[in-house]
């Protein structure tokens, strides 16, 4: 025991340093993008906020489009100061790191060491997953229960299914519930059942195992039951989101201005041709592929794959030519090939399950929404398929007096990646960036938002803000005031009159921003140089009160004539 503890010792303390050195360089390597993301309302993050004030307060679990887990987790330390945004930002790199360090132990138990650490580190340094993490979005969580959802689902795959077996039972019901979390989470985990029950159609489980996809399925349902309740009896649907709904909409500008739309499948059926649905699916598929391909893979992805592939090739047909039987050589690899792909055909299965009905929903959903960030929990499974075909690749060049190498190499990659990056992100903190701490950045950055609550308070303390774009839902309980909202659909002159005088407002605050998405603006008022306001006619029961400047963009305050 001594022996064994002496000579694996060293080698679980160097792990335990690479991984701490991989944290750190991520950890550094996200922090211009948390220090750049100051602005609470781009990318859902206010209404997070918000719903998590909501669920503290105990007013509402969703708003029927964002779902309640982490909203939930904010609510337990939600307030209306700047703060909650920052420890928001917080929590989310935290998840990251929690993600990376999940990835390096489970990988580590079901391949190695090397695979585990290459693909936290793939993952790490994917310019897309930075930027999601530092977001206060549902991404990072919801990539913790796909990478456990994936990890059990393996698992279970991996077990024989030829007769009876708890274990493989146990697992899918673990994958389920991690899906059933996913949902709660987001609704993109809805995807989860149906590539799951994709997967075991075409890995051809459905002729022996049909208890796996019950035990997938009861417990998915099981997990997501509170949530499923709440729909039901709150919009009279179980499976109700906004944004499953508005995926029927042709674009998203119909969903954003309440245009007439289709907002179910039937529906949709009935007022599009066959032609126009395939239409929308190659348009959007060829999009999705040419906007988001470096998502997947990036460059350095590529590059590693494109190097040990031409090894292994070279070193195959060296290998073939000095034998001088290569028709053999051929046949032999062949069925090397062909036994390995049957003897693993379940668990290699899961990879076409997963991508290919989330690529044909993404295709599919292309025209409402294509942000990058959506992908971002698939990332761990592709980038671990990455680097599993870069180990075996690797494997087949080296010979076996040269697999220490190998190892050390693996390390060698890692600790370059992360040291190009760390050393980059470094360079951008100290050119960009004045102030690191972010708490302080926060404050600094939108105290042109406080300075503008406190004027209008002290002129009328119990006044109602019109607002859509500059103050943050969330952050309107440092004051007495009370905020609305311009309503979706509102694109005529006629709709923004009666929406000021439907909420009774004291003040409007309009930028640029509210103006470009919203016809109704567009008539009063104009972008120039997409930060410069200037007005075209009079502002229905409203008069210009001042005009102030937040950042780049020019900000107008109406008030009440």
């Known amino acids: 025991m001594y022996l064994l503890n002496r000579t694996t010792w060293p080698r679980l303390v160097l792990r335990v340093l690479l991984v701490l050195i991989l944290v750190g360089g991520f950890v550094i390597a996200a922090w211009p993008d948390l220090l750049s993301n100051t602005n609470s309302i781009r990318t859902d993050q206010s209404d997070f906020l918000e719903l998590g004030q909501d669920i503290r307060a105990g007013i509402r679990w969703t708003d029927g489009n964002r779902h309640p887990l982490l909203p939930l987790i904010l609510s337990s330390f939600a307030s209306p100061d700047w703060s909650y945004f920052t420890n928001a930002k917080l929590l989310n790199l935290g998840l990251a790191v929690v993600l990376l360090v999940s990835l390096v132990i489970l990988l580590r138990g079901l391949f190695s060491f090397e695979i585990g650490i290459l693909t936290a580190v793939l993952v790490a340094f994917n310019p897309e997953f930075q930027r999601a993490v530092v977001r206060v979005v549902a991404e990072p969580l919801l990539s913790i229960w796909f990478c456990l959802c994936f990890y059990f689902w393996y698992r279970g795959a991996a077990e024989p299914s ?13 994958s389920g519930v991690m899906a059933g979390l996913g949902y709660l989470t987001k609704g993109t985990a809805q995807l989860l059942p149906i590539c799951f029950t994709f997967w075991w159609i075409i890995s051809g489980q459905w002729r022996r195992d049909v208890l796996s996809l019950i035990a997938f399925l009861t417990f998915y349902f099981v997990t997501a039951s509170p949530l499923l309740t709440y ?35 039937s529906e949709y059926l009935a007022t599009h041709s066959v032609s126009e649905l395939a239409t929308r699916f190659m348009n959007g598929g060829m999009k999705l592929l040419q906007k988001h391909w470096d998502t997947f893979l990036p460059l350095p992805s590529i590059i590693m794959l494109t190097a040990v592939a031409i090894a292994f090739s070279a070193r195959f047909w ?23 792909l049957r003897s693993r055909w379940p668990q290699l299965c899961i990879v076409p399950a997963v991508l290919v009905p989330w690529l044909i929903f993404f295709a599919w959903y292309f025209p409402i929404s294509n942000a990058p960030r959506h992908h971002v929990p698939l990332l761990a499974l592709i980038a671990s398929v990455v680097s599993l075909l870069i180990w075996h690749l690797a494997l087949g060049v080296a010979n076996d007096s ?15 990646l992360i040291g190009y990056s760390f050393v980059s992100s ?33 002129a009328n303390p119990d006044a109602i803000v019109l607002n859509n774009e500059v103050i943050p839902s969330w952050h309107i309980g440092i004051t007495s005031l009370r905020i609305r909202s311009i309503p979706r659909g509102c694109r005529s002159l006629e709709d923004l009159s009666r929406a000021i005088a439907k909420a009774n407002a004291n003040y409007f605050v309009v930028s640029p921003a509210d103006v470009n998405p919203r016809p109704c603006l567009q008539q009063v008022l104009q972008v120039k140089n997409n930060h410069q306001l200037s007005i075209v006619r009079d502002m229905p029961y409203m008069r210009l009160m001042t005009t102030l400047r937040m950042g780049r963009d020019e900000i107008m305050v109406f008030e009440r004539r």
């Open 318 to 340: 060296i290998d073939c030519i000095r034998s001088g039987n290569i028709s053999g050589r051929l046949r032999e690899r062949i069925l090397v090939v062909r036994l390995d």
């Open 402 to 416: 040269y697999k220490l190498l190998l190892h050390l190499g693996v390390v060698i990659l890692a600790l370059s």
């Open 231 to 265: 729909n039901a009896l709150t919009w009279n649907n179980p499976f109700y989101n906004f944004s499953a709904e508005a995926m029927w909409a042709d674009r998203w500008h119909d969903v954003s201005q309440n245009i007439p739309r289709a907002r179910s499948i």
């Open 426 to 458: 470094l360079n951008e903190l100290s050119h960009k960036f004045a102030i690191w701490n972010v708490y302080e950045r926060d404050r600094q950055e939108n105290r042109g938002v406080d300075e503008l609550l406190l004027t209008l308070q002290s």
């Open 162 to 174: 030829d007769r009876p077996n708890t274990t493989r039972l146990q697992m899918f019901a673990l």
